[in-house]
């Protein structure tokens, strides 16, 4: 099982230590990895704890990104596809 959180504000940056402590919460619904991020000048904060069942684990704290950079992902489930997808 995996957690995903998402904190958003409309008009002030986020407060760090609230993030943490929230993320903390989800911690347990995935041991394995814990991926944080902060976008938006502070303003979006996401979080994804993960149970690593098949595959490798990324190195890093970030979220999981496309080869160009442009995209990030937060995911819940498997992705039992993912060596094929990965040649594309």
Do not use: T
Request: charged share 30%; proline share 1%; aromatic share 14%.
């Amino acid at each position: 099982m995996c957690g995903i959180i998402l904190i958003y504000s409309k008009k002030n940056k986020l407060n760090k230590k609230d993030c943490k402590f929230a993320f903390n919460a989800i911690k347990n619904r995935g041991p394995d990895k814990y991926l944080k991020q902060f976008f938006l000048k502070k303003k979006l904060f996401i979080g994804n704890s993960i149970l690593s069942i098949v595959g490798k684990k990324k190195s890093g704290s970030e979220l999981y990104q496309s080869s160009n950079k442009q995209f990030k992902i937060a995911y819940n489930g498997e992705i039992y596809n993912y060596e094929k997808l990965k040649k594309k």
